[in-house]
């Protein structure tokens, strides 16, 4: 049943598509990042749905006749070099057939996030996919949180198999991304009743985030927290839903995890941290030995064999830093670590022009909201291999998107014409501007 449910509302939801392709970026981002299909037990988990929405979001989109202009900054120049870069190390890879695989992963990836850039042409669009995102991995924290409660910590939270998210690492680095997501939609709220509903989301995916019982999900959390509560625009609400999260985790996690939580301390004593340091040695060894890395999926004996300190403990490499490194080589690794840098530059620019100007508020809210995700990503990353994940990507573009739509681009909409057109937050309710800036 559940089958049937999810194919058919997929199915369904593809007429609206071709006439209103923006539409099809917000599917595929719930197919990516939700990924409803793998919860079904059925014919419909294999189904490939993000390729379907795709293809139909591309011929919708090059038979529209919407203006198809790309942004071309020097965020999108950079990341258009890094895929460029990562085709070319692919050739050079130490096991083709695996490193073709991932890269008919990433390059599809990339593609969508290029077409975000397309697509979605006004705030409208890209509000409701700010929503689509934090629901996605709403939805996982929600139920996780409430599991995690009721069972008292003593069981994993795990995201849907097969996917990025499926351990429960990499589901802890997610939810980490996805609280400053749902914080900014909490701040643009006016509803009592959705903003006490996005509340308790923070909360019981920050509970969720806990009780996946990551140590890296632990150091992303503590790292993001700190940020949020310094670049929230109201410190007392944003720590009073922290305390609350904190309580509410202090009371239901078992010694257990505080044991497992504890030996980040005595990492020395750890046969799986001292394995992750011995793959990031292989990763710097293998940078240094070759211009182009070791391609994707080099991660084998062979490799480590030729490479690491420790030639028999072979593990995976457990870091975006030392993931990038090792596939891409040191080229690789400057343009992903560039990426970042100029992320966060341009986060600032969108804070420091927009911050005072009210009708412009929500732009510095969403920059400064990603800012937190992207240190949460950066900081759990060090310990997770999810160096090509979509979201951080996305993020960027996001980011590139606010700053055309707040006028802080120079080819961008001028404010005053974009706060003409922006009496459109959420379409059922027809919220104007004023009201968009209001919000603890």
Aim: charged share 15%.
């Amino acid at each position: 049943m559940r089958d049937l449910f999810i194919t058919g509302l997929i199915f369904g939801l593809l007429p609206f598509v071709f006439k209103r392709p923006w539409l099809g970026i917000l599917l595929w981002s719930w197919l990516g990042y939700m990924n409803p299909h793998r919860l079904a037990w059925g014919f419909a988990y294999n189904l490939p749905f993000s390729m379907i929405v795709g293809l139909v979001t591309i011929v919708a989109f090059m038979a529209s006749k919407e203006k198809k202009e790309m942004p071309w900054t020097r965020e999108t120049v950079v990341l258009l070099i890094f895929i460029g870069w990562m085709l070319f190390t692919t050739f050079f890879a130490f096991y083709p057939d695996s490193a073709w695989l991932q890269w008919d992963k990433v390059w599809k990836i990339q593609l969508m996030i290029f077409l975000t850039a397309l697509i979605i042409t006004d705030r409208h669009k890209l509000h409701w996919m700010i929503w689509v995102i934090a629901l996605s991995f709403g939805f996982y924290g929600v139920k996780g949180g409430i599991f995690t409660i009721l069972n008292g910590g003593a069981y994993r939270v795990q995201g849907p198999g097969e996917t990025f998210i499926a351990g429960n690492n990499e589901l802890a680095l997610a939810l980490v991304m996805a609280i400053p997501l749902i914080r900014y939609l909490h701040l643009q709220e006016t509803r009592k009743w959705v903003r006490i509903g996005l509340a308790s989301a923070m909360v019981l995916t920050s509970v969720a985030t806990v009780g996946s019982q990551s140590r890296g999900g632990l150091v992303a959390m503590l790292a993001m927290g700190l940020f949020l509560w310094l670049k929230s625009r109201n410190k007392i609400v944003t720590g009073i839903y922290m305390a609350i999260a904190v309580g509410i985790m202090a009371s239901v996690m078992p010694q257990e995890w505080y044991d497992r939580m504890n030996t980040i301390n005595t990492y020395q004593e750890d046969q799986s941290a001292q394995g992750r340091i011995n793959a990031w040695h292989t990763a710097f060894n293998v940078a240094k030995d070759r211009i182009t890395g070791g391609g994707f999926e080099m991660w084998r004996p062979p490799v480590f064999r030729q490479y690491a300190p420790d030639p028999f403990n072979v593990r995976d490499v457990h870091s975006i830093y030392f993931e990038i490194m090792g596939e891409q080589g040191f080229i690789g690794f400057g343009l992903f670590m560039l990426l970042g840098v100029m992320a966060w530059i341009r986060a600032q620019q969108i804070i420091t022009r927009c911050r005072h100007d009210p009708d412009r508020k929500w732009a510095s809210d969403l920059a400064a909201m990603i800012q937190v995700s992207l240190v949460g990503y950066a900081a759990g990353g060090a310990f997770l291999g999810m160096g090509y994940f979509d979201l951080p990507y996305h993020l960027m573009i996001v980011l590139v998107l606010t700053a055309k739509f707040s006028g802080v681009l120079d080819s961008a909409v001028p404010a005053a014409n974009q706060a003409a057109s922006g009496r459109f937050l959420h379409p059922s309710s027809q919220f104007h501007q004023a009201r968009i800036g209001s919000g603890s």
